[in-house]
């Protein structure tokens, strides 16, 4: 039997965020998702307002080509789809990256952590590979992106049988909350009894 859409509270749930096994590996991939594509990561404006507020905080993390867009047009801009998403270096690299052993890591989450800010980072990167899509009535969908780069995740969850509902349980829970989170484990183990997973 094929699984189809499901919804959660006001939210349409893809069957991928069932049943693709995930976990990053960044010691694979070194934050590729950060600088590759053609476009920022999705924000909203109050993200913009906490980003702003971060700045100084994280400035000095920053590559002086991330500085100099960040003066020019700000933290964010409007992409061709008319999305509103984090500035980017040289069409691809988020304002935000930064380095770290070789890897490419968010200075607004390396911040975070280590107590210097109250702000993660985007909802959007947190919930990557996950996209969120906002519908006119209020709903909202959750799709899985497939992205080459992240090959090397999907072959790591495999090996730990970790679904991408699972691996995503914090950043799912900070957008929709615990009692929606729960709700959403209880329809992955009814469909495990229906055995649909």
Known sequence: ?????????NVLVSPDIFT?????????CGGACCIEGDAGAPVTLDEIGEIEEALDTV???LTASAQAVIDRQGVAYVDPEADLV??????????????ENGCCL????????AGKTRFAK???????PIREKQFPDGSVGLN????RICQCAVEKGKELDLPLYKFLAGPLTRRFGAEWY????????????QGLL
Do not use: N
Not at 122 to 128: E, F, M, Q, R, V
């Open 144 to 147: 899985y992106h497939r992205w």
């Open 59 to 61: 400035w000095g993390d």
């Open 1 to 9: 039997m094929e699984l189809h859409i499901l919804q959660v509270g």
């Open 122 to 128: 985007p909802i959007s990167c947190a919930l990557y």
């Open 86 to 99: 984090t500035s980017i270096v040289g069409g691809k690299d988020c304002v935000f990256t930064c380095y």
């Open 106 to 113: 968010c200075a607004l989450e390396r911040a975070y952590r």
């Open 20 to 28: 693709v096994k995930f976990c990053c590996d960044l010691d694979a």
């Open 182 to 193: 729960q709700e959403l484990c209880e329809v992955a183990e009814e469909l495990k009894v």
